[in-house]
């Protein structure tokens, strides 16, 4: 059975950093092509229209397969000259230390250079051999040639990484006393220059000894993700299958004996009304701790906030909690930014989080997959015990809003919170209870310990709020697009300065998704703005107004760094029953007096992301890019220019600047002005917030009638980008992307060196390289044809994890692109020797 692909990240996640000495983990791969898991379906097809068409399809998919397969050897064979050219800079210093070892003022002994650098000189000479014998057949290619006695020969060979291995960590302390002993030998070990290879950027990369003596250690435990890259892109009837199949064995035996086990975090979590003392609410949190995130069960009680801790569970022992601190309510103050001496928050990277919800996906598909066998429940528990602790990890590290509280003698505590609607929930039930509240107490040791106990009976939370813990038989959330119209507000006691914004939730935490205009000094703002919003697996709708603050006020300094007051919040549950018609549906929040009245409509991404050709090719949207250039007389549509230009003249300082939606009625004209070829459209624009423009731009890329990065090359690109040597995979995108025609290759440097230079204000504007790539990657690689992944029609709304790890992967391609330091110009493309041969 096929392992969901990991697109190039390391999923095993530990409690510390991995060092670069410990193994690599993976996971197998299925064909990027989803249409090869149809052949054993259409072979049940009786009818022969059917059977030819199926036969065709598969031959088709194993063309592009061959096609790939050489592209992922070409990239094996940078790799190999790179790695080659490693092995040599630590060649050269041994002959004249070897020489030198002779006369009477050695530098260092014959036994001290044999210690350093053993193995050194066979390892070159296998991998040179291995290389010379694979340059000629793929420069010599067709989809016969076979490479596999080569691969099952270079794995035959490990027992000389064994030795070298178990040398390694004697090598390195022998090269660290002659270091130490030899000033001469200590300056050579710190600048062994690299002979750059003629792919390599770098033209005088220079690496210490040390370095260099880890590159065989590091190669070793990769080589079984190298055969797993090559596997996957190799019919299974290819003379080479089982030879490679042999090879891969070999090298799990190798590494399954050197290798050892790197142990993940686990961290199982679980989180009812008391007497007396009254259970308010419960929730996991996350408490920040001498800059560390914990994850913590806090117990509001009508008189006091208590903060504990899960104890892990002995054998046979029930849960516990342990305190780790309570406050009276009556003691209860909300800390300002200058009331406290916070270390700042530790951000983790997107691409943490992304790797986090992409581990989430692949667990459950594995527990569907069980699902289906016979093979009992032990494994799918085992899965769910893999998936909580994943969540666990989701929620300790996703949010970065803080939440401070302090007791009467100022100690403060910080919480970590997704989302202001929260954070204002806590202050609002703290503040109501503190009026009830009149003296502060303290609890003995025993009333403490018995406080604590009592929590495992009281807790209303038993599990982390994440949408992946839902049951089969309920929804997942929503996948797709949700149009909000906000269209005025109502019950206000005076004149305010007024907007609203809009939060979803994804896997559990919740993102500001779009934000009105300020209506000023009204009793009842209209705003008649309508916000296209992408779902991700959401079940919540929430709706904050604010009233915009000229200067912090006492209450807005307590908010942290919020100078706008919440004025009224409240939330809808989004139902898949109620919001599958497609229809606008209307609804009012009504929260403190104020309601705010919306209407909703609800497109699945069944619909919304399917690409449909204009029927109006005279227009712009949904036009061939290259009719468009062709046309326009240009190598960049112009659409893209001016928008690019007004976003670059007054909109990279927007803070969510193309995540942030528009409005939508702005966008729509701006798609009706562009189709028409309107002289007025850059007026138009100058008048426009800013955030339309952007909203343009991405839906003039959304309604191409095909991908930026083309159907024809998007599974190369997926495959590609899950490459295992980074050197390959540079090599095989880089490839890949030269291949795309002018106008799309030009038009792609184009948006990306813009999306770089918006990252660059990602101080002002929150807008990272990975956020844009989350924004841009699904608009740009999405497929023409998604008949094959759509999810089925009995359930129209919901959607597989498998749809989301696709995604995941369009995101990761264009990040890689983003990341990269310069891509050769168009003018520049060249195709080297390794790829001079037609495919």
Known sequence: MENPPSYGYDLELSEEHPSRHEPLSFSGSPSSSPRLRSKSRNSRDTQSSGSLESTQSVELDQEKGQEMRKWVLSGILVSEETYLSHLEALLIPMKPLKAAATTSQPMLTIQQIETIFFNVPELHEIHKDFYDALLPRVQDWSHQQCVGDLFQKLASQL??????????????????????????????????????????????????????????????????????????????????????????????????????????????????????????????????????????????????????????????????????????????????????????????????????????????????????????????????????????????????????????????????????????????????????????????????????????????????????????????????????????????????????????DSYGYFVNKAKTRVHRDSTEPNWNEEFEIELEGSQTL??????????????????????????????????????????????????????????????????????????????????????????????????????????????????????VSGVATDIQALKAAFDSNNKDVCVMMREMDVNAIAGTLKLYFRELPEPLFTDELYPNFAGGIALSDNVAKESCMLNLLLSLPEPNLVTFIFLLDHLKRVAENESINKMSLHNLATVFGPTLLRPSEKDSKLPSTSQPISMNDSWSLEVMAQVQVLLYFLQLESIPAPDSKRQSLLFSTEV
């Not at 549509?637 to 690019?644: F, G, M, S, T, Y």
């Open 159 to 504: 027992g000389v990484y064994r030795a070298f291995v178990d040398n390694y960590k004697v090598a390195v302390e022998m090269a660290d006393k002659c270091c130490q002993a030899n000033a001469q030998f200590a300056q050579i070990s710190e600048d062994l220059k690299v002979k750059s290879t003629k792919d390599c950027k770098d033209q005088s990369a220079k690496y210490s000894l040390e370095t260099l003596l880890y590159k065989p250690v590091d190669r070793v435990t990769r080589s079984t993700l190298v055969l797993h890259d090559l596997l996957k892109h190799t019919p299974s009837g290819h003379p080479d299958y089982p030879l490679l199949q042999d090879a891969l064995r070999i090298s799990q035996n190798f590494l399954s004996s050197i290798n050892e086990e790197i142990t993940p975090r686990r961290q199982s979590m679980t989180v009812k009304k008391g007497e007396n003392r009254q259970l308010l609410r419960d929730r996991f949190m996350v408490e920040l701790v001498e800059g560390s995130r914990k994850l913590r069960h806090v117990f509001l009680f009508t008189d006091l906030l208590l903060c504990t801790k899960l104890k892990k569970q002995a054998a046979g022992k029930g849960q516990q909690y342990d305190c780790k601190w309570y406050i009276p309510l009556a003691d209860v103050t909300f800390q300002t930014i200058d009331d406290c001496e916070s270390s700042p928050i530790p951000l983790v990277q997107d691409e943490e989080i992304d790797a986090m919800k992409i581990k989430i996906s692949q667990i459950k598909n594995e527990i569907q997959r069980e699902r289906r066998t016979t093979k009992g429940a032990k494994v799918i528990e085992r899965l769910k015990k893999k998936l909580s602790e994943q969540e666990s990890l989701l929620l300790l590290m996703s949010p970065n809003m803080a939440f401070r509280v302090a007791n009467r003698n100022g100690k403060g505590f910080t919480f970590l919170i997704s989302s202001d609607y929260e954070r204002a929930e806590w202050r609002e039930i703290i503040r109501e209870q503190q009026k009830k509240c009149f003296k502060s107490f303290s609890l003995t040791s025993l009333e403490l310990q018995m406080l604590t106990n009592s929590c495992v009976k009281l807790q209303t939370v038993h599990s982390i709020p994440m949408t992946m813990n839902k049951e089969d038989d309920e929804s997942s959330g929503l996948y797709g697009f949700l149009n909000v119209i906000v269209h005025s507000a109502s019950g206000l006691k005076q004149s305010l300065n007024l907007y609203c914004s809009l939060e979803v």
């Open 542 to 659: 929430r709706l904050l107004c604010y009233e915009k603050c000229c200067a912090k006020t006492k209450q807005s300094k307590e908010e942290g760094e919020m100078t706008d007051k919440i004025v009224a919040k409240g939330q809808i549950k989004l139902d898949p029953q109620t919001l599958q018609n497609k229809d606008w549906q209307r609804t009012v929040i009504a929260v403190n007096g104020i309601e705010v009245k919306l209407s909703m409509r609800f497109t699945s991404r069944e619909f919304s992301l399917k690409r449909m050709p204009s029927r109006k090719q005279s227009g712009v949207f949904g036009v061939k890019i290259h009719v468009v250039t062709k046309r326009e007389r240009s190598k960049v549509p112009l659409i893209v220019r001016q928008c690019v230009e007004e976003i670059e003249r007054r909109g990279m300082d927007e803070v969510g600047i193309y995540r």
